[in-house]
């Protein structure tokens, strides 16, 4: 048989434990806390994408990397004419 002090220990432990889950449950809840969670979260990808981006603009420099843009920047225009074009035919 259980003594008074374990029945009570177990009580205990069963109210922390309990008390932990009322937490859990109610931060799942918290509709403004994980709005301002995920804000944050979305600040620091665009901080890392911001960065990047900047690494890419100071290799731009780079006359390698500046030459291989600039196909790209034809096709992409060129890409953009035939479907203003397409567009256009279809009105």
């Known amino acids: 048989m259980s003594t008074e002090r374990e029945l009570r220990a177990e009580i205990e432990q069963t109210?922390?434990?309990?008390g932990e889950t009322v937490e859990a449950l109610a931060a799942k809840t918290?509709?403004?806390a994980q709005a301002s969670a995920f804000k944050a979260k979305a600040v620091r990808t665009a901080g890392?994408?911001?960065q990047a981006a900047g690494k890419n603009l100071?290799?731009?420099g780079?006359?390698?990397v500046?030459?291989?843009v600039t196909p790209v920047a034809v096709v992409a225009a060129l890409?953009?004419?035939?479907v203003l074009v397409v567009r256009g035919r279809r009105r």
Not at 15 to 18: K, P, Q
Not at 79 to 82: D, R
């Open 48 to 50: 890392k994408n911001l």
């Open 66 to 68: 500046r030459r291989s």
């Open 58 to 60: 100071r290799t731009a």
């Open 30 to 32: 918290d509709v403004k």
């Open 15 to 18: 109210r922390a434990e309990l």
């Open 62 to 64: 780079n006359p390698r």
């Open 79 to 82: 890409a953009a004419g035939v």
